[in-house]
């Protein structure tokens, strides 16, 4: 049965050997070894973790009491709130996929800082980018001329269509969506604005009212002029099938639709409809949306729904916003830009995470025409367009594609989704899994027939596990029911088969805890 014997770097940095067994290795720990292991709760079947050849530096900076007494006295309380994990990870240094924490353990990211680190964690040429860039001028503003802004502008301009061509650069998504809605309502002399429920847009004052998630909404007058419609979620929704997504994996749900109609993607239509027949204007700003959502669980619309929405928008004389923040560089694997799957060519783009790998950036893309409508006033930004900014994003566009990491999101994240969506047919709490290319979520429910939501105690013991395990992924949707895994687009398929193995033992754990 055994046909080799392979190092695995255990927790606290003990290396132990062990037998290869199949595609997916374990290594059987006991004794005195496996009572010091950090993860001595699970069981003593652990999945190898694909080897590195990285040697992160030795850590010397604040234990991890002194971090957490800081954090507490002061930083806002809020990140106290959203720090993961019962045993928080204090992470030190990453390179590519990988993390380590201060204790020299490695984890596989497939989170990246929530789908933004997109080439690798410190990825050689983009620090190369970075460091050249510093030692040459930091910034300025654009109230002067400097070369990396109006490089990155070219750059970024060719990878859009006609006559998505003038850049603004901001330094966040929720920045962005700010400027976005604020364009729209100038352009159009138009005020409401539409967009899905469970949609995340940002979490600015003004951005707070296109965000359509109960968590980030406080008790003040946020969101005038924002009204939502339903989320075309054929998986939770009232209506879905087995035909509606562009995705290599679809519900469990049963349709008898033909494969060129879709009575889900009508129906959800027919609930825009209602929207515009009496929540709003008959003139509108505009309508926002992410080609999948993202925050709100990786949910995907049924095929042609976006293109049918942008017409009836256009009719009431609005803008159609692509909010491209977690979908765009590449992510999806079947194009650059998430709203070219659905055949369409928005009026403005929004786009900030993977943008420049992790450094503070956002940018939006629109046509000429509406460009022009904020000349009527001054608009100003300080930092946006810094040049150590568009440096590092334009290294990140060069990686992209010397990389190939497009291509590597559409293979690896079409391998992920198959195989989750075999342990959802395996597990009953696995309601669905959905995505495309290293845009990934899998949904758990109580159980497949009723899909309530997985309880959130549940939730995190499995997130939990994994993380023991050395394999760090997100969480989301709108009850946080749904696992999200956007890893940086450098992940390779063994990775992937260690992730799957991980993965797949933190869920059988699960089952044998509702026994």
Known sequence: MFQAFSRITLPGGKDFFGPVVNQATFHRLSGALWQKSAVNKLPPDLPEMPPCDFKPEEYKSLSGERMLEIRKRNCNPIIMRNTYYKKHLHVHQGYMQWLWDINGRRYLDLFSGVATVSVGHCHPKVNAAAQKQMGRLWHTTNIYMNSPIHEYAEKLASLLPDPLKVIYLTNSGSEANDLAMLMARVYTGNFDVITFRG????????????????????????????????????????????????????????????????????????????????????????????????????????????????????????????????????????????????????????????????????????????????????HFNTFGGNPVACSIASSVLDTIEEDGLQQNSAQVGTYLLTELAKLRDKFDIIGDVRGKGLLIGVEMVKDKVSREPLPGVEMNEIFEDCKDMGLLIGKGGVYGQTFRIKPPMCITKDDADFALAVFGLAIQRQMERRL
């Open 199 to 378: 949609g995340y847009h940002g979490a600015s004052p003004y951005a707070m009212g296109l965000t359509s998630m109960a968590a980030f909404k406080y008790p003040i007058a946020t969101g005038i002029g924002c009204h939502t419609t339903m989320c075309p979620d054929v998986f939770r929704g009232p209506w879905g099938g087995s035909h509606c997504r562009d995705s290599p994996v679809q519900t469990i749900r049963e349709c008898n639709c033909s494969p060129d109609c879709c009575q889900a993607k009508d129906m959800y239509i027919q609930q825009l409809k209602e929207v515009l027949n009496t929540s709003v204007s008959q003139q509108i700003a505009g309508f926002f949306a992410e080609p999948i959502q993202g925050i709100g669980g990786v949910v995907q619309y049924p095929k042609g729904f976006l293109k049918e929405a942008y017409r009836l928008v256009r009719e009431r004389g609005g803008v159609c916003i692509a909010d491209e923040v977690q979908t765009g560089f590449g992510r999806t694997g079947s194009d650059l830009w998430g709203f070219k799957a659905h055949d369409v060519v928005p009026d403005i783009v929004t786009m900030a995470k993977g943008i420049a790998n992790g450094f503070p950036m956002g940018a939006i893309v629109t046509t000429q025409e509406v460009a022009n409508a904020l000349t009527r006033g001054s």
